[in-house]
């Protein structure tokens, strides 16, 4: 899911916590977003974890990269909260994963999690963040997760007049979905088994080489995005079906 703001996340994730026993929640995230209340109002984005922890226990919820918030939201219900100044995020992924791994696993990623150099366009940016390298560092540390479903939220097309927000989180999604769904045997055929309605495929090889591959994409979607990279003298086929 594409967003917005990160409220919607709630609708997602009460959905799926009755049907996947045991579901976890990763949050990537400037901030906590577990305030009760904020401008009179209990859902907004303020608000949106704290309302996710109404769905799913608190302690199936961890929330990695804060740097900053109010401070009720590091007093109360987050018994998996990694502040960026305690552990950096990278790290504080990496120590998770094996227990992330035992069970399915929904990923939400609020774009501000990174720098605001790299990410102006959202609506509360905060500076010291993780660079978009360090975020699909991040994306690859959860590779051996069984993931169910992820959003990337509170991308502000409007405050950046650049584009490089939009850009950069495309491509983040992308990576995600390339790592975590797609599977490449040795004769270079790609699989995406994804419940995303849109299958992204990647065939790399070397210098001098060259790559015939066929892509399948399991997706009631009629079309796949497809990406080739190829050295100096190197050529490729696609074919999609």
Same mark, same amino acid.
């Given at each position: 899911?594409?967003?917005?703001?990160?409220?919607?996340?709630?609708?997602?994730?009460?959905v799926l916590a009755p049907a996947i026993p045991?579901?976890? #929640?990763?949050?990537?995230?400037?901030?906590?977003?577990?305030?009760?209340?904020?401008?009179?109002?209990?859902?907004?984005?303020?608000? +949106?974890?704290?309302?996710?922890?109404?769905?799913?226990?608190?302690?199936?919820?961890?929330? #990695?990269?804060?740097?900053?918030?109010?401070?009720?939201?590091?007093?109360? !219900?987050?018994?998996?909260?990694?502040?960026?100044?305690?552990?950096?995020?990278? /790290?504080?992924?990496?120590?998770?994963?094996?227990?992330?791994?035992?069970?399915?696993?929904?990923?939400?990623?609020? #774009?501000?999690?990174?720098?605001?150099?790299?990410?102006?366009?959202?609506?509360?940016?905060?500076?010291?963040?993780?660079?978009?390298?360090?975020?699909?560092?991040? #994306?690859?540390?959860? /590779?051996?997760?069984?993931?169910?479903?992820?959003?990337?939220?509170?991308?502000?097309?409007?405050?950046?007049?650049?584009?490089?927000?939009?850009?950069?989180?495309?491509?983040?999604?992308?990576?995600?979905?390339?790592?975590?769904?797609? !599977?490449?045997?040795?004769?270079?055929?790609?699989?995406? /088994?994804?419940?995303?309605?849109? +299958?992204?495929?990647?065939?790399?090889?070397?210098?001098?080489?060259?790559?015939?591959? !066929?892509?399948?994409?399991?997706?009631?979607?009629p079309m796949a995005l497809t990406r080739i990279?190829?050295?100096?003298?190197?050529?490729?086929?696609?074919r999609i079906e």
């Amino acid at each position: 899911m594409l967003g917005g703001d990160h409220t919607a996340t709630l609708s997602v994730v009460e959905v799926l916590a009755p049907a996947i026993p045991g579901l976890r #929640v990763l949050q990537l995230d400037a901030h906590p977003d577990l305030r009760e209340e904020f401008l009179g109002e209990r859902y907004n984005y303020a608000s +949106a974890m704290a309302r996710v922890m109404d769905a799913v226990a608190p302690e199936r919820v961890y929330q #990695v990269g804060m740097r900053s918030g109010a401070r009720e939201e590091y007093q109360g !219900k987050a018994p998996h909260l990694f502040p960026a100044h305690a552990v950096h995020p990278v /790290e504080a992924v990496r120590s998770l994963v094996p227990e992330l791994a035992r069970h399915p696993l929904y990923v939400t990623i609020d #774009v501000d999690v990174l720098d605001p150099s790299e990410a102006p366009g959202t609506g509360a940016p905060e500076p010291c963040g993780i660079t978009a390298t360090e975020l699909v560092e991040i #994306v690859r540390l959860l /590779e051996p997760c069984h993931i169910v479903g992820t959003d990337l939220m509170e991308v502000a097309h409007a405050f950046d007049p650049s584009g490089r927000t939009g850009i950069t989180a495309s491509w983040i999604l992308r990576e995600a979905i390339l790592t975590w769904w797609a !599977k490449v045997n040795l004769v270079g055929q790609m699989t995406v /088994e994804t419940p995303h309605p849109m +299958a992204l495929t990647r065939i790399t090889h070397g210098q001098h080489g060259s790559a015939m591959g !066929k892509v399948t994409a399991e997706t009631p979607h009629p079309m796949a995005l497809t990406r080739i990279t190829h050295g100096q003298h190197g050529s490729a086929m696609l074919r999609i079906e």
